[in-house]
């Protein structure tokens, strides 16, 4: 394969700035108007989509926290581990609860 020594490397955060350029509208923006069949990618999904990348680099470098570690944690470090929990999943209201995704890597956690 050919390398072209002028092209520039896109990083994972120019990804996401161009998909926020390209799809600037939230969930509830659209909701608002009730088009939300119209719209392709919604400004939460690709919020979530870089929380979950955070989330696969924290776990690839070691640096999630351990079970042995909860007890103590100050306040302050729980509130910001369950917003940033929190920020891995959809706001309330984007999925009805026929629209789901499948996870096929965590399905066998679920049949435990």
Known sequence: MKKYHYLKRITKSDLYKVLRY????????IAKRNQQHEVVIFRETIDLLENYDQLLLMLKNDQE???????????????????????????RDVLTERDHFDFLSLEKFHNI
């Open 22 to 29: 390209k799809y600037p509208l939230s969930f509830q923006r």
């Open 65 to 91: 926290p351990t079970l042995e570690e909860l007890p103590y944690l100050t306040i302050g470090q729980r509130v910001g581990l369950n917003k940033w929990i929190n920020c891995l999943r959809y706001p």
